[in-house]
């Protein structure tokens, strides 16, 4: 059978995806053909909706998800499993909105909670809700590095806020960051890689690049190296960390690095950062950290927290930090950190996060969710070996990571001063996307050639995913 990786042993990762890179196969010309044709003659609703979009939004979208080759699908219904375009295609959906819908589309305990408090208060009223405390109470409870929880209303305010109060609190001006890393679209996290690919600029001034440095993952020396060398410039304030690596692990950090982690800021006077939107609550209540064995100082949280709602995201952490945050605008929040947001915490967001909470603080769904993603997975990897098609395989319970491509791993193996690196970076690049266009044809939604996540209403179908999954490797040459 061929391998399934060890989610945490990055040295192992590493060197089969650089097998993938000298080995990769590729889909058959007469496939790609085949699926090109489905998308114009059995999306052709889609496709309209394409060229309409365009006109009145930039590039047709709005969000990354949806960006999908050939052209974003137009869904018009969810149900559980499954996610219908408006041509009535039916896909089963292993994209569950980049991570929060753990449980399934239109999951019922979530909907009628939303549809009674709709009917009873509407959507928003600018003032305080009791869900507000019960589900900060939830978090709190449950998130080891977690003593206070502040909502806001997505993870890119958190990741502002977080370093926000990680530079107030140590009164130092630094932050470090993994390269290749996503911390949302603010103009000081954006920048992910020492500044090697200037699209990443457009738009932001030099200045705000300054004070933020990117570090390669799993690299202790280097971490406390790049520490180092701001020591007498303002000090680093934070590191912050996707808590099981770059682009929800794809790229997987070690649990000695942890550890590592943890030692240098506390070494170093400086604040641990974990990014756990995606992870918090997917990998089980205490979310990565709890895996891991390591308390962050703070805790940035996304779109799970509000069960899949919109303005979701929120920080949490140690009380002394989190109690400089001002709530509201007074007198007493003149020497305070400033956050707010009409819609933070709107109550039917935070009611719907908080019934989904309340469905997995028992831990069945999670223990079935490992069961079964194991089971895929495994799955998975027989099909590879059957159809001798060259994969690196391995998930963080029901995160999985099934790369045909290698591209995240292109910087690892060729420099982009190689006059070889674009080309290597492109082929990857339309491995990448041709496998997601592949699955989708099939009947099968993962985002762009990457993110793929099992949701607990998948798992009386998940046979039918491996036949999809096969269909398209049976393609590959």
């Not at 009947?443 to 998948?458: Q, R, V």
Request: hydrophobic share 40%.
């Amino acid at each position: 059978m061929a391998r399934l990786l060890n989610e945490y042993d990055f040295d192992s990762v590493l060197a089969a995806e650089g097998e993938l890179l000298k080995n990769r196969k590729h889909l058959k010309k007469s496939a790609l053909a085949r699926y090109t044709e489905y998308f114009d003659t059995k999306c052709r609703g889609s496709k309209e909706e394409m060229e309409k979009a365009k006109l009145v939004i930039p590039g047709g979208i709005q969000h990354n998800l949806a960006n999908n080759h050939p052209f974003q699908l137009a869904i018009e219904k969810a149900d559980g499993p499954y996610l219908y375009d408006i041509d009535g295609n039916r896909y089963i959906d292993f994209l569950c909105a980049g991570g929060p819908t753990i449980l399934g589309n239109n999951w019922p305990s979530v909907q009628q909670a939303a549809l009674k408090h709709l009917s009873e208060q509407g959507p928003v009223s600018g003032l305080y809700s009791v869900y507000e405390r019960e589900l900060a109470e939830m978090i709190v409870k449950h998130v080891p590095g977690v003593e206070m929880f502040r909502a806001l209303a997505s993870g890119t305010e958190a990741d502002i806020i977080a370093i926000r109060l990680a530079r107030a609190y140590t009164g130092k001006k630094h932050i470090i960051r993994f390269r290749g890393g996503y911390h949302g679209w603010s103009d000081q996290l954006v920048y992910n890689d020492n500044g090697k690919r200037d699209y990443i600029k457009a738009g932001i001034p030099s200045d705000c690049f300054q004070n933020t440095h990117a570090v390669p993952i799993n690299d202790v020396e280097a971490l406390e190296a790049e520490i180092l060398k701001y020591q007498d410039d303002g000090g680093v304030a934070a590191f912050i960390m996707e808590a099981v690596g770059q682009d929800s692990g794809a790229v997987p950090t070690t649990k000695e690095y942890h550890k590592a982690a943890r030692e240098l800021c506390d070494k170093y006077g400086m604040l641990l950062i974990y990014d756990e939107v995606v992870t918090a609550f997917r990998l089980g209540m205490s979310g990565a950290q709890g895996i891991f064995g390591t308390k962050p100082d703070l805790t940035v949280f996304g779109k799970i927290i509000g069960g899949g709602f919109g303005n979701s995201g929120g920080v949490g952490g140690r009380r002394e930090i989190m109690e400089m945050l001002a709530a509201g605008i007074s007198a007493e929040s003149l020497n305070k950190v400033k956050v707010g947001g009409t819609l933070t915490a709107n109550p039917l967001t935070t009611l719907a996060g908080l019934t989904v909470l309340r469905e997995l603080e028992s831990g069945e769904v999670h223990r079935e969710l490992d069961k079964v993603s194991d089971y895929f997975m495994r799955g998975l990897a027989d099909i590879t070996d059957r159809y001798d098609v060259p994969a690196v395989l391995f998930h963080h319970s029901s995160i999985l990571h099934i790369d045909v491509s290698g591209l995240a791993y292109v910087d690892y193996y060729c420099s982009p001063d190689d006059p070889k690196y674009m080309d290597m970076l492109m082929a990857s690049y339309m491995d990448y996307i041709g496998f997601s266009m592949a699955l989708a044809a099939e009947g099968l939604i993962i985002a762009n050639g990457g993110k793929t996540y099992f949701p607990y209403g998948s798992i009386g179908i998940v046979d039918d995913a491996l036949d999809v999954y096969e269909r398209v490797f049976k393609e590959y040459e």
